[in-house]
């Protein structure tokens, strides 16, 4: 399954791993659904080993909606394109994303 993410600077395809990653495509996809990302900003733009573009709101407000990380089986981030949920430090994950721009 693939997102089509359309921007002012070009559109992005998403592909997703349901079987790997269920939750958190899941949480994406109704992030999606509710136009959580519509006029949303590159708001960090990391220049080192990996490049990452973080798109961040908060939909919640201070009650944002955190769900468990998942671990098994582990995804390396080093592929150009690669999407990740960020982790808030408690292993868990919210609606903020990364896009992995190194290769």
Excluded at 5 to 10: A, D, F, M, R
Excluded at 72 to 85: A, D, Q
Aim: some cysteine; hydrophobic content about 35%.
């Amino acid at each position: 399954m693939a997102v089509l993410l359309e921007t002012t600077v070009g559109d992005l395809v998403i592909d997703l791993y349901t079987e790997e990653r269920p939750r958190a495509c899941l949480n994406f996809l109704k992030l999606c659904k509710v136009k959580y990302y519509n006029y949303c900003l590159i708001h960090n733009v990391q220049v080192s080993i990996l490049n990452s573009l973080f798109f961040c709101r908060q939909l919640y407000g201070d009650q944002a909606r955190f769900f468990e990380a998942e671990k098994v089986p582990r995804i390396k981030h080093k592929k150009k394109g690669t999407v990740s949920m960020v982790n808030n430090g408690n292993d868990q994950h919210g609606s903020q994303v990364s896009i992995c721009c190194y290769m």
